[in-house]
């Protein structure tokens, strides 16, 4: 579908770790009701305009998330793109392009 990722609804989670910075960006699919996150609630509530949360000014205590701790969810499945910065990640060998990723596989390990 051409453009797919630019016409979804999106939720970009920057994050700041210990091995460097981190982006997940929450693709939600045109029949996602909405995108939540566990420190804001629902954030993509199903209406055309552009919304922006910058957790750093808001009144709050910094978000901690434990390996494996839910980030967020879609409210009908939808796409999750994970970034790291530069040779932060060793890729799982078995991974290729188009490779099919279930819920809670092993994609790769941090880089020493």
Known sequence: V????????RVACIFDT????????LV??????????????LVTPPKRELKTFRYDEAARAP???EK???LGRFKLGSTAIVLFGPDQVKWAEELAAGTPVQMGQGIG????
């Open 68 to 70: 494996g701790a839910e």
């Open 28 to 41: 939600g699919a045109m029949i996602v009701a909405s995108i939540e996150t566990v420190w804001a609630g």
């Open 109 to 112: 390990l941090p880089r020493a």
């Open 18 to 25: 210990e091995r460097g910075p981190m982006a997940v960006v």
């Open 2 to 9: 051409p453009e797919l990722f630019a016409r979804n609804e």
């Open 63 to 65: 978000v901690h998330l």
